[in-house]
């Protein structure tokens, strides 16, 4: 299960791509401020289900998002989750991932100078393991656990 807001869908479509090229269904919810702007529908819909959440009808609520993603659930068709674009939507696939034992990535954004790891400016703090740690978004990453990301 994918689900990505604005530009994080764009990050979304290649795994999405990948998936169905193994053979791997793949529902994607997303979320975007109005219809034209949730991108890529039509890479995800020939890999999958697409549910679009928009700002303009008030879908992407994120108690509605959660509505979604429970019904998705209780139906298994959430074995993992990927997720890019959104803090809010980070940390509920992340409570919803914690809860229902389902293992999850995030595709961080973040501001980069360097991109090589040298110039720190893109540390972001993780939990790991019940610690603190600081991590290189541009050389640890982008992609990280689910459950080792914090929100900001
Ligand atoms: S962007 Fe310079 S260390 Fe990550």
């Known amino acids: 299960m994918v ?9 979304m479509a290649p795994i999405s791509q990948l ?3 193994r053979g791997v269904r793949v529902t994607a919810i997303l979320s975007a401020r109005s219809e034209e ?15 679009k959440v928009l700002d303009t009808d008030g879908s992407s609520a994120v108690e509605n998002v959660e509505a979604i993603l ?15 674009g959104s803090n809010r939507l ?13 293992p999850g ?26 610690k603190l740690e600081m991590r290189r ?5 982008p992609v990280f656990d689910l459950q080792e990301c914090l929100g900001w």
């Open 70 to 84: 429970r019904r998705l659930i209780a139906g298994k068709k959430a074995d993992a989750f990927f997720t890019c």
């Open 19 to 21: 998936a169905g090229e």
């Open 90 to 102: 980070m940390q509920l696939m992340k409570r919803l991932g914690k809860e229902h034992g389902i």
């Open 137 to 141: 978004v541009c050389v640890e990453g």
């Open 105 to 130: 990535q995030m595709a961080m954004e973040q501001i980069m100078a360097c991109g090589l790891g040298p110039c720190y400016i893109c540390v972001r703090t993780f939990e790991v393991a019940g």
């Open 37 to 51: 702007l949730a991108l890529a529908a039509d890479l995800f819909e020939s890999v999958g289900t697409v549910v």
């Open 3 to 11: 689900l990505g807001r604005g530009v994080g869908l764009a990050t």
